[in-house]
């Protein structure tokens, strides 16, 4: 099955922007998303199939998808950013679903 | 409005077995493309995907719980239920479930529950 691999952690000043990224092997050819985890609550759907967003997510919240690795663009991070951030991908020839290690997304 | 919750013991002890149940609101599990699933997260770590039922009854489980997990629906009180045998420490953690759209978003889960945590002690 597919093993996601993600830094453990990224930290950005407020008002800069704050890339996080998932790896896995032809992970371009499938279908990611990206899951924010505020401390103590559940995670929220924040990038669907790549690069989509769900109603009611910020623009200045976008992700791409290429090759090896997915990534999740934050855009004028604010300290209401800091969270854990999840890729996840789902294989369409296995219908299996692997989550990332998770990145820890500090705002100095 | 969308809401999952998840229910179901806080304690069990080492090689019983443990039942969960989502119960849902907002949307039908009888809807075409529509599944529930559940996720769990040991203290501290990342999130674990366990299993999904479809709108059809169609299964999927993680390959590495596959031997110990069951997961099934009562569609008319809209509740998924999860059973894992032979509980083991390790699998202390909180356990969530979620909505999950094949169509509108290509497989993500896209409402969660609050969770519910699970120790495994004895």
Not at chain 1, 69 to 95: F, K, N
Not at chain 2, 39 to 56: F, H, M, N, S, T
Not at chain 2, 78 to 90: A, C, E, G, H
Request: with cysteine; aromatic share 10%; charged share 15%.
């Amino acid at each position: 099955s597919d093993v996601l691999t993600q830094s453990p952690s990224v930290s950005v000043a407020p008002g800069q922007t704050a890339r996080i990224t998932c790896g896995g092997n032809y992970i371009g050819g499938k279908s990611v998303h990206w899951y924010q985890q505020r401390p103590g609550q559940a995670p929220v759907l924040v990038v669907y199939d790549d690069g989509h967003r769900p109603s009611g997510i910020p623009e200045r919240i976008s992700g791409s998808n290429s090759g090896n690795t997915a990534t999740l663009t934050i855009s004028r991070v604010e300290a209401g950013d800091e969270a854990d951030y999840y890729c996840q991908v789902w294989d369409s020839a296995s219908d299996q679903r692997v989550f990332g290690g998770g990145t820890k997304l500090t705002v100095l | 409005q969308i809401t999952l919750k998840e229910s179901g013991p806080t304690l069990v002890k080492p090689t019983q077995t443990l039942t969960l149940t989502c119960t849902f609101s907002g949307f039908s599990l009888n809807t075409f493309g529509v599944g529930v699933g559940w996720i769990r997260q040991p203290p501290g770590k990342a999130l674990e995907w366990l299993a999904l039922v479809y709108w059809d009854d169609d299964k999927r489980y993680s390959p590495s719980l596959k031997s110990s997990l069951t997961i099934t629906r009562d569609t008319s009180k809209n509740q998924v239920f999860l059973t894992m045998t032979n509980m083991d420490p390790v699998d202390t953690a909180t356990y969530y479930c979620a909505r999950l759209t094949t169509v509108t978003t290509r497989n993500a889960f896209d409402v969660w529950g609050q969770g519910t945590m699970v120790t495994v002690s004895s």
